[in-house]
């Protein structure tokens, strides 16, 4: 398998894992926490995995350079300020629902990817986007009015698809500039935590985890299954690809977020749920081609 094709299969398997974190967001909001509570046990779970997998693999990824740090602050504050976006939204509305507005980070990362990376914008690369979408809209209902909108709901899933998409730029700008996966990795855990952290009451959230070993157990999946790993992937599909790439693989976390839907809260899974999933799957394998297509082009330059 190539560099290209391996970064590609990270993403895929990041979007499937990230997928099914509203197993965990439900628990944790139904215990009593709200969002910023959420993401700060989510982000300081993480942070204590990564530091301790550091110490013992990889003690030389703690060093970083001062002059980085105004981008790797970036890169933590447009994820924190997407997280408690997403998270806010998947307590307001359907699951699949919140995971259509977060894709709509496809199309800003694109205009990034072009503006500020002069990433080409090729036409497998559009073609794909616009049916990755439409089987979103098609998952969640919204070409059939089967749904009830929420319209803040809405607002705040739009909100996350814009942080994501700058958050995706700053992560993949940090990577350009030297820094290694796991660097950027623990810095950028350890800003978002101590942003976190003071509005987020500690000693109520420990209470709240203390109180229950459902929640305990919910509260260290979020961390470790559901952040942790598929953060590491997410790093090591940016470092191989342009994030216009990346965000059309991501759209599989929509599809990912309605059988989550179905299997564990049992939401609707319609025909127009089914046609969704399936032209997302067709948005991958296009733009799995235009990587190959890619990849040969390069071969033979």
Same mark, same amino acid.
């Given at each position: ?26 628990? *944790?909001?139904?215990? +009593? =926490? #709200?969002?910023?509570? &959420?993401? %700060? ?7 204590? !995995? ?26 933590? *504050?447009?994820?924190? +300020? =997407? #997280?408690?976006?997403? &998270?806010? %939204? ?7 629902? !919140? ?203």
């Amino acid at each position: 398998m190539t560099a290209k094709a391996l970064s590609a299969a990270s993403v895929i398997a990041c979007a499937s894992i990230w997928g099914f974190i509203g197993i965990c967001t439900r628990t *944790l909001s139904d215990a +009593g =926490m #709200d969002s910023v509570q &959420i993401n %700060a046990v989510r982000s300081t779970v993480c942070l204590v !995995a990564i530091a301790a997998a550091l110490l013992v693999m990889d003690r030389g990824a703690f060093r970083i350079k001062a002059k980085d740090l105004w981008v790797l602050f970036l890169a933590a *504050l447009t994820k924190v +300020g =997407m #997280d408690v976006l997403y &998270i806010q %939204a998947q307590t307001m509305i359907d699951l699949s629902m !919140a995971g259509v507005l977060l894709s709509t980070h496809c199309y800003f990362s694109i205009a990034i990817s072009y503006l500020v990376f002069r990433d080409r914008i090729t036409a497998k690369k559009i073609l794909a986007a616009v049916i990755g979408f439409s089987g979103c809209a098609f998952a969640v209902g919204l070409f059939t009015g089967v749904r009830e909108l929420e319209i803040l709901g809405i607002c705040i899933g739009l909100g996350a698809g814009f942080g994501e998409a700058l958050h995706a730029a700053t992560f993949k700008l940090s990577l350009d500039r030297g820094n290694s996966e796991p660097t950027v990795l623990f810095y950028v855990f350890v800003l978002s935590t101590a942003m976190l952290m003071p509005f987020s009451d500690p000693a109520g959230t420990v209470s709240i985890m203390a109180g229950s070993t459902e929640v305990l157990v919910a509260s260290l999946a979020i961390g470790l299954v559901f952040t942790a790993l598929p953060y590491y992937l997410y790093s090591k599909g940016l470092a191989g690809l342009d994030i216009g790439t990346v965000s059309v693989l991501m759209f599989l976390e929509t599809a990912m977020a309605s059988v989550a839907g179905l299997i564990f809260f049992g939401e609707e899974m319609s025909l127009h749920s089914v046609i969704g999933i399936a032209l997302i799957f067709a948005s991958l394998v296009i733009m799995n081609l235009g990587i190959r297509d890619e990849e040969r082009k390069q071969d033979n330059a």
